[in-house]
C-alpha cells in the first residue's frame, strides 16, 4: 500500500507539471494572442483553432459521453433501477440547457444594462453602403447574420469551457486515485497525460483568443492543471471512506458535464470557425485532424 500510495504521488505531480507546460505554451506566446496580424497569421491561427475544434469534437464524442454512460449504467444497475425513461440522456440534457438558460440570463442582462449604447449607429448610414445599417438586430433581419458571430470567444463560453473540462479533469482523476493496482495507476496515467496534454494545449489557445484577460487565464491553466491532481486526492480518500453513495454522485456530476460539453462544442468551437468565410476545406481537413489524433489515442487505449 505504501508503494502504491509513491505511485498514486508520483502520477499526481507529473499530471500537475506536465499541464502547466503544455498550458503556458500559448498563453505565453503572444504570437497566439495576436489576432490582427497579417492574413496568413490570421489563417494560422484558425486553423489551429479548428484542430482544437476537432479536439474537442472527439473528447466529446469518444470519451466523456462514453465515459459517462458507461459509469452511470452500471450504477443504476448496482442500484437495481429499471425505468423506460432515458435517465442518463435526460441528466446529459440538464447539464446542456444548465448552460444555455444561464449564458441566455447573463447576455440578457448585458443587452438590458447597454441597449442605447448597442442600438445607436457606429458611423453615419451615408458612408455605408447596401441594406444594413450596421447594428446587431439589422444584421439579423437581414439574413446574412449566419456569417457573424458576435459572441465567439466570449469570457462567459470560454468559462464553461473551461469548468466543463475542469470538472472532467477530476473524474480523470479519480479513477487513478480509486485504483488498487500500480501497474493499473501507470496505465491510466499514461493515457490521461497524453490525452490531457492535447486538452489543455487546445483550451489555452481558445482562452487567449477570448476577451479574457492574461491573468486570468494563467489562473484558468493554474486552476486546471490541479483539477486532476484533486481529483486522484479524492479517489484516495473516496477508497478509504468507502461512502455508498459515492459512484451514484459522480456518474450524476459527469452527466452534467457532459451535456456542458456539448454545448460549448456544438455552439461555440465549431461554429465560430465554420462560419467565418474563407478557407472552408482546409478548415474541415484540421478539424478531422484534430479528431482523428484524439481518435487514435482512444483507439490505443
Known sequence: MEYLLQVKIGALIGLLLLTLLFGFIPARVKWFRDTNGSEIHRTVLSL????????????????????????INAELQAQKVEISFPLPEFIMAAGFFMVLILERIVLNCRET??????????IPDTNRHGHGHGTGPDLESSGHHVHVDFQAHSPFRSFMLFLSLSLHSVFEGLAIGLQSTDSKVLEICIAILVHKSIIVFSLSVKLVQSAVRPLWVAAYIGVFAMMSPIGIGIGISVTEAHLAAGALI???????????????????????????PGKQLLKVLFILLGFSVMASLTFLG
Do not use: K, M, W
Open 48 to 71: 489551429i483553432s479548428c484542430f482544437a475544434g476537432g479536439v474537442f469534437l472527439a473528447a466529446c464524442l469518444l470519451d466523456i459521453i462514453p465515459d459517462y454512460l458507461s459509469d
Open 113 to 122: 444594462r447597454g441597449a442605447q449604447e448597442e442600438r445607436a449607429p457606429l
Open 250 to 276: 459522480q456518474a450524476i456530476l459527469e452527466g452534467l458535464a457532459a451535456g456542458t460539453f456539448i454545448y460549448i462544442t456544438f455552439l461555440e468551437i465549431l461554429p465560430h470557425e465554420l462560419n467565418s
